[in-house]
């Protein structure tokens, strides 16, 4: 399947480790089984809530490895990195080891449109033409701009480029101008799969996105959503939304995110600690009893969340 | 009353505007009413949300005296200006009209804890030790991360420093820090207001704050949160800021936040029209029909959304 | 005289004050008498340099106004301000007043090309379509980065668009660049006057630069500097130049750089206090003997340091 | 020899590349015997103006191995990384083959001091407390502001700190206070070596600064320079600085600089291509006339830079 016309949600993994900090394969394995399961159409590792940077290059491609390998589904490697060789190195080493492609956000220090797009430009090259990439337009986090018609531009230069891995903030305008360049045939189509942890995904989907890249600790929920919008039953998509709307916008909050994820995966039952390697911490004792309310209240109406609590 | 021993909901005003961009004063009046007949505790003008940097200096006056004859209640005005002068005019000048305090956010190039103090220290004695300042903390827009040390050294260094605008993001843990402050006698007593648009107002009241300083375009329904967070009916406030949290997280989209805020007042007869003066822009028609859908949902259990549609 | 034509130095006047912090008045007259002696083409008044954003409204004009009786050569004024209707009245009064045009820097927020030139031209809508302009593009200090074809985008949207500061850096291939749109007919022609201190003023002429906007302590020398290199006696404008580099470059020390140049300007005899309003600082002892010393260097090849000493 | 207590210049040690991107050994030999015979006390590899982030894990290895068994000197090592894994891992590797310590820079997300030091508590933590540590203290590139106060609870916390790559600008009076704090017993000593590509080395030394680490083209000028400060001959140090200083200032502009310096390192015969990794340029024909003219200028006064010529 090639990355451009993919559809659903590619779950963004959590790397699982142990108490100790050494990675833990066997959680690796049931996460893995789980995003599966949950009706994830693919899954993403090694991004930002992946604690990518916080792996040695042995851990890295070991981690991306096995899930390929259990998943059976396309998975794509977030291989950001400070230079173009490491980068190289990482995106050919997935590639060979089935990765579907590779995801490549910009480095924080990109200020004009033509820094953006000959950014990509020679990322591409670096990785080499035959290595689909996606573009992980974050702001929030990489305080890089791109407006749509630089991610047009970007697309239009660079062949391999198959997905948008949308999370600008705030952006459902922009998921319409790009829809827009396709049906003017200014654009080629890819893929628009949306992140920022879901809070916009109700409306994003209206407005043509494709489905989720987001690592929300219900992905399964926004498998159903993404599947209630698609076959337009729009008020049972937002009904569901909204009854995890709580905690998907708990969950948001920078630096506390992957401390609730973690929390509440390790809570399913589907990775065996909670635990982050530094500078990640677990959430404080007051959070995690906000979490449990938030759980317990989902709980009424999504059993999901009752067998979380 | 003093501001530090505030509680409740201090609403952030939007200034009303004309279609040809000139201050609409019946629409002052008209709102200035409303925020008093919600239950607001407070009204703070001339905020980032106010449009204060599109008045020039004889507007922003007559807008802060205005709304202060009117509303019969404390209310604060955001003093934020490039140098000192400025903020020292205009304190001086609303303080004479009657305001209970001004605001004071941090110039975004601050980067050292003591750069903070300082500011702060300098900006007190600039407006006189007799002028009542609310400290506005909001890393999201002005770049300056106080930690709570650093608040606590700002409220210790000034008597005259009676409130904090808290909307940090994520700042749930800074309430808590604050409060333990106190509680150890390392800090005096200072109310904190939350901000945010309201977006984490439900824990942020159980966390310690004693209420809301935002703007969100239903302030009667923050009011009844805050009212029944703090008469301990935990389930019923969160049921009804739940009910609203779609549109709270639609309208903290930053940048369409005031747009989504004005169309909705417009549209609840408080003010005449949604305009704001450039660069501001309207909501486009996607988002007008997406703000009119969560209005529609929430009038399934809140009337007053029922009265805006 | 217009000023797309404008050649030489546009000397950035500092803002004299009384060592309490009341503007002097008979400063400013001495000043602007030793600008016009120095051989300066212009002044310019309330920039950056010139503690702009520690005067309120009232002072701002009437230190324009000043400096605009006595000099009887253009004077451009500083305009930038937080938002559109304080630039606009500020703009228009000085005009009145007999400005020859205005100064606007970037809000320091602006990401992307396209938000940049949106904010130019809703800025000259707003001062009124007379009312010419100067850009300021200082990244280093306003954190802004407008690559030549968004300068040009700007010029060619905008008639009133007239002079480039220039303070990019680096920004000898932005000049470069800027004169060969010229020259194959994509952009009319602007004065280009360079900032930064002067760092780089020797080869910014041969670039093709008209000339200098800065405020360096020997604004005399500088014209000497552009007037040998318009003259294409190379060796003696380096010869000139190099011998003022030291002080030059010490001066172009972010935050200390004023406080170097009033100490120079009163050592001089041109303003009678070193003063500047808070935050600013006056220099440290130490500071103090380095300038001392660099100034007895400069003087043994330029006798204007001499009288300095 | 304990990198506290050294004095000097370490050089900055560009990363030679052939025209076709291959690290280039013979020239990496040719340089470190250059290093060694200019007079310089240490080297520095791997650091920014090494192209670091642009090697990969094992050339970045053998990079640095390949110094250290030529040099017979201390060498630094750059270990700066996105996250702890891969930072430990060079770090280790480096010690094994005979470093003499590494250098850390801070993420550019840091905005609080105890941020900062909480960063480089986990970093001495996370290389071991056996690995010798250099700040790296560079706003302008990191945008990370430490005080003195910060820098002195980075020392006094981690017993394996031992050296300040000083670059802050300006940064004098920092020199200065970190100095008071030694005199005051509140910190213990640890080496200032600054960098800034030398632009501030007159003054530095004469507040305190035990010498240099940077790359300045001519390294033998710094050793120079260093040597006469230390010795009290001020006016032969500032003489021959002046003479440079038009060079190091063209060589300090950012983005131009390293071309510069590779460009003016293969024309002594030092390194035999200029050429960079992507995405770095090589000089444009006009900036290197201006180069050449430079050169030229400086020859009149200096023999080595008429080897250059």
Same mark, same amino acid.
């Given at each position: 399947?090639?990355? $451009?016309?993919?559809?659903?949600?590619?779950?963004?993994?959590?790397?699982?480790?142990?108490? $100790?900090? &050494?990675?833990?394969?066997?959680?690796?394995?049931?996460?893995?089984?789980?995003?599966?399961?949950?009706?994830?159409?693919?899954?993403?590792?090694?991004?930002?809530?992946?604690?990518?940077?916080?792996?040695?290059?042995?851990?890295?491609?070991?981690?991306?490895?096995?899930?390929?390998?259990?998943?059976?589904?396309?998975? #794509?490697?977030?291989?950001?990195?400070?230079?173009?060789?490491?980068?190289? %190195?990482?995106?050919?080493?997935?590639?060979?080891?089935?990765?579907?492609?590779?995801?490549?956000?910009?480095?924080?220090?990109?200020?004009? $449109?033509?820094?953006?797009?000959?950014?990509?430009?020679?990322?591409?090259? %670096?990785?080499?033409?035959?290595?689909?990439?996606?573009?992980?337009?974050?702001?929030?986090?990489?305080?890089?701009?791109?407006?749509?018609? #630089?991610?047009?531009?970007?697309?239009?230069?660079?062949?391999?480029?198959?997905?948008?891995?949308?999370?600008?903030?705030?952006?459902?305008?922009?998921?319409?101008?790009?829809?827009?360049?396709?049906?003017?045939?200014?654009?080629?189509?890819?893929?628009?799969?949306?992140?920022?942890?879901?809070?916009?995904?109700?409306?994003?989907?209206?407005?043509?996105?494709?489905?989720?890249?987001?690592?929300?600790?219900?992905?399964?929920?926004?498998?159903?959503?993404?599947?209630?919008?698609?076959?337009?039953? &729009?008020?049972?998509?937002?009904?569901?939304?909204?009854?995890?709307?709580?905690?998907?916008?708990?969950?948001?909050?920078?630096?506390?995110?992957?401390?609730?994820?973690?929390?509440?995966?390790?809570?399913?039952?589907?990775?065996?600690?909670?635990?982050?390697?530094?500078?990640?911490?677990?959430?404080?004792?007051?959070?995690?009893?906000?979490?449990?309310?938030?759980?317990?209240?989902?709980?009424?109406? $999504?059993?999901?969340?009752?067998?979380?609590?």
């Amino acid at each position: 399947m090639s990355l $451009d016309t993919a559809r659903g949600v590619y779950v963004i993994a959590p790397t699982p480790f142990h108490d $100790d900090g &050494r990675v833990d394969e066997a959680s690796i394995d049931r996460m893995t089984e789980f995003f599966v399961a949950a009706g994830a159409a693919g899954i993403t590792v090694l991004g930002q809530m992946g604690e990518a940077p916080k792996l040695d290059a042995a851990e890295a491609l070991a981690v991306a490895a096995r899930v390929i390998r259990r998943a059976g589904m396309p998975v #794509v490697v977030g291989v950001t990195a400070p230079g173009f060789a490491a980068m190289r %190195a990482l995106a050919r080493e997935v590639m060979d080891a089935g990765a579907a492609g590779v995801m490549i956000a910009p480095p924080n220090t990109l200020r004009t $449109d033509d820094s953006i797009v000959a950014y990509y430009r020679q990322a591409a090259e %670096a990785i080499g033409a035959d290595v689909p990439f996606v573009i992980q337009d974050y702001p929030l986090t990489f305080s890089v701009q791109m407006t749509p018609a #630089v991610i047009r531009r970007i697309v239009q230069d660079n062949a391999s480029c198959r997905m948008l891995k949308h999370e600008d903030w705030p952006g459902l305008e922009k998921i319409s101008a790009l829809r827009g360049f396709e049906r003017d045939d200014s654009m080629r189509h890819v893929s628009i799969l949306c992140g920022n942890g879901g809070l916009f995904l109700d409306f994003e989907m209206e407005r043509g996105a494709d489905g989720a890249m987001t690592g929300y600790c219900f992905p399964d929920m926004l498998a159903d959503v993404v599947r209630l919008s698609a076959a337009g039953q &729009r008020d049972a998509a937002h009904d569901l939304f909204d009854a995890h709307l709580p905690l998907i916008r708990y969950e948001q909050q920078q630096g506390v995110g992957l401390a609730v994820r973690k929390y509440v995966l390790m809570r399913r039952g589907i990775i065996a600690s909670e635990a982050q390697r530094p500078p990640g911490a677990r959430l404080a004792a007051a959070a995690r009893s906000e979490v449990d309310y938030l759980l317990a209240r989902i709980a009424r109406t $999504d059993a999901r969340a009752r067998l979380a609590s």
